[in-house]
């Protein structure tokens, strides 16, 4: 009798648990609940760009109460999304629940009074980075970003290559002309930055073509490949990793089954009339 008692207290307790599992993890889907979180974060966002003015001391001393209510309210929401996860394993898993986490952890240590405040206020700082974790989309950038970094390392190498080439040929042919941007190698690197963005390009172009009236072309050329060719490069890898991982993303949601494609609704059709020929035979 006391193994079946034990048996149907672990049962009721097993029940219990999944109940309030349940709960929570409602609460953590709740709608309601996200926007609430995310209006925190903002108000905490909004909370850093304030302490940056001149502010009265009460007002000073009201933020800083503030800011450990906002470190309570990021507490319980980590919680409630711990305690709301089906597998517990998993929570930890995923990059942003660990960045959440230690967020608000180190947020919970006081170091406003010692050496390690300007590491205090850095954490508050990045709190904002909450709102990728909370937004779904967001994420879906990010990730993106950071998926095609790997391809895009090699087109930034690829336009090194180009910026160097440029630059030893304008040190070469304007050192004489103007020191101050064409003076060396490293100099001349930041001037072709700035032809490249644009910014006040022509003054530097103008005053080369007194002196090589074909240097127009130097810059023309060194445009087209860096403004416009690798840009469009740029662009496309990150829209086609973008694409990748929102498909990735609809896969997830739909339990890893991808919509049927034409062609393969075309394969079933054409599996289907050959059934019904050899059915026809027979």
Same mark, same amino acid.
């Given at each position: 009798?006391?193994?079946?008692?034990?048996?149907?207290?672990?049962?009721?307790?097993?029940?219990?648990?999944?109940?309030?599992?349940?709960?929570?993890?409602?609460?953590?889907?709740?709608?309601?609940?996200?926007?609430?979180?995310?209006?925190?974060?903002?108000?905490?966002?909004?909370?850093?760009?304030?302490?940056?003015?001149?502010?009265?001391?009460?007002? !000073?001393?009201?933020?800083?109460? &503030?800011?450990?209510? /906002?470190?309570? +309210?990021?507490? $319980?929401?980590?919680?409630?999304? #711990?305690?709301?996860?089906?597998?517990?394993?998993?929570?930890?898993?995923?990059?942003?629940?660990?960045?959440?986490?230690?967020?608000?952890?180190?947020?919970?240590?006081?170091?406003?009074?010692?050496?390690?405040?300007?590491?205090?206020?850095?954490?508050?700082?990045?709190?904002?980075?909450?709102?990728?974790?909370?937004?779904?989309?967001?994420?879906?950038?990010?990730?993106?970003?950071?998926?095609?970094?790997?391809? !895009?390392?090699?087109?930034?190498? &690829?336009?090194?290559? /180009?910026?160097? +080439?440029?630059? $030893?040929?304008?040190?070469?042919? #304007?050192?004489?002309?103007?020191?101050?941007?064409?003076?060396?190698?490293?100099?001349?690197?930041?001037?072709?930055?700035?032809?490249?963005?644009?910014?006040?390009?022509?003054?530097?172009?103008?005053?080369?073509?007194?002196?090589?009236?074909?240097?127009?072309?130097?810059?023309?050329?060194?445009?087209?490949?860096?403004?416009?060719?690798?840009?469009?490069m740029v662009i496309g890898i990150v829209v086609n990793v973008l694409e990748d991982e929102r498909e990735l993303v609809r896969l997830e949601e739909s339990g890893g089954q991808a919509e049927p494609t034409m062609a393969d609704l075309q394969s079933q059709l054409d599996e289907i009339k050959a059934l019904l020929r050899a059915g026809s035979k027979e």
């Amino acid at each position: 009798m006391t193994q079946i008692e034990n048996s149907i207290d672990q049962q009721l307790m097993s029940a219990g648990n999944q109940g309030l599992q349940a709960k929570f993890y409602r609460v953590r889907n709740n709608k309601v609940f996200e926007l609430f979180v995310i209006a925190v974060i903002i108000f905490s966002a909004v909370m850093i760009g304030a302490k940056t003015y001149d502010v009265s001391p009460w007002v !000073l001393q009201l933020m800083t109460v &503030l800011d450990w209510a /906002i470190t309570l +309210i990021f507490l $319980a929401e980590i919680t409630v999304r #711990f305690l709301g996860e089906p597998n517990k394993k998993r929570f930890f898993g995923k990059f942003w629940n660990i960045f959440d986490t230690l967020i608000v952890v180190i947020s919970l240590i006081p170091v406003e009074d010692s050496e390690l405040a300007i590491v205090g206020r850095l954490v508050r700082i990045f709190r904002v980075l909450r709102m990728v974790s909370m937004i779904p989309e967001l994420r879906v950038l990010l990730n993106s970003l950071v998926k095609a970094l790997p391809q !895009l390392s090699y087109v930034m190498l &690829l336009m090194f290559i /180009i910026f160097y +080439i440029y630059a $030893a040929v304008g040190s070469t042919f #304007f050192h004489a002309i103007n020191p101050d941007l064409w003076g060396d190698i490293s100099i001349s690197l930041l001037t072709l930055f700035r032809v490249m963005t644009f910014e006040d390009w022509t003054d530097v172009m103008y005053e080369t073509m007194e002196v090589y009236p074909l240097s127009w072309s130097f810059y023309l050329s060194f445009i087209f490949f860096t403004a416009f060719a690798f840009l469009n490069m740029v662009i496309g890898i990150v829209v086609n990793v973008l694409e990748d991982e929102r498909e990735l993303v609809r896969l997830e949601e739909s339990g890893g089954q991808a919509e049927p494609t034409m062609a393969d609704l075309q394969s079933q059709l054409d599996e289907i009339k050959a059934l019904l020929r050899a059915g026809s035979k027979e």
